[in-house]
C-alpha cells in the first residue's frame, strides 16, 4: 500500500495554499501560525521539495504545489461527498456536467429524461463547456468535449463519440422555393456558419462543388444556432450526424445533397479517473455509453 504524508499536513497545505497564506490559514483552522509552518515543513520535507515562494506573511504555492492542491481538493471533496451518503443513504446526489453548447442544446438535453428516470436519485447540473477547452474545470465531474481530447491521457478517462459526418441541411420551405439539384446551386443561397473562420463549409464546397463563389455568409456563435436558423428558412447550414438529427427525423430539415466530409476532431466524454469511484459519476459513464449504441 502507499505511504501518503500525514493527513493533517495535507489539510494545513491545501488550506494555506487556497488562501496563499499561513495566517489565514490558522485562523480557519484554528491553530497559531507556527503550526502551519511547521506542518508545511514537515509535508516539504516527506515530499523532498519546496512546496511555497515566500514573500513575508504572502506565499505563492510552486507549480507542483499547485498540481497536489488541485487533487487534494478533489479527494477532499469526494471523501466529503461518501461521508454525506453514509449519513443520509437517501440524499440526492449532485452530479455537475460541462457540454458544449451545440451538443446539449441539439442532442443531449433530449435525453436528459432517460437518465432521470433511470437515477432519479442523481440532481444534474449542466454547465457550458468552451468548444476550445479539452478537459473538465473545477467543480465539473465529466465534461462533453471537441477536438483532441487532454493531453495528460493517463489522468483521464475518455469515452469518444462517433466519428462526426458534416453535411448542407435547409428547411423544407427553402428546399422547395430555390431547388437545390447539385451543389454548385449552393452559390445562389446564404450559407450559415458555426465557425468564425468558414472553414466547415470551405471543406465541403472544395470536396463537393468546387470553386464556387455563395452571395452571402452568415456567422452565427455554435451549431444549435445555425440548425435553428436553417430550419427557419435563413439559409443552408452544415449539419453532421449529431446536432442534426432530431431536426431530421422530425422533418424541420432536410439533406439536400448526401455528400459529407468527416470531421478531423470529434466529441468525447471526459472526467478524472479519480472521479469515477464515485457512483453517480459511474452512472452517467454506464447511462452515456448506452447512448451511443444506435448512433
Known sequence: MRRLPSLTALRTFECAARHAHFGRAAAELCVTDSAVSHQIRQLEEQLGTPLFQRDGRQVRPTPQAKRLLRSLQQAFELIGEACDELRDPGSQAQLRIAVTAELAQKWLIGRLADFSERYPQITLHLYEQPL????????????????????????????????????PVCSPGLFNQLPLKHPRDLARHCLLHDDQDGKTWTAW?????????????????????????????????????????EDLASGRLVRPFAASVASLGQYALVCERLRLDKPAVAQFVEWFTDQLVDL
Open 205 to 245: 464546397l472544395t470536396t463537393h462543388a468546387g470553386d464556387i463563389q455563395p452571395q452571402r455568409h452568415l456567422y452565427l456563435g455554435h451549431a444549435g444556432l445555425t440548425m435553428e436558423a436553417a430550419a427557419r428558412g435563413q439559409g443552408v447550414a452544415i449539419g453532421d450526424n449529431l446536432t442534426s438529427a
Open 132 to 167: 476550445e477547452a479539452t478537459q473538465p474545470f473545477d467543480p465539473i465531474d465529466l465534461a462533453i468535449t471537441y477536438g483532441t481530447g487532454p493531453a495528460d491521457g493517463s489522468a483521464y478517462f475518455v469515452r469518444p463519440l462517433p466519428t462526426l459526418l458534416f453535411f
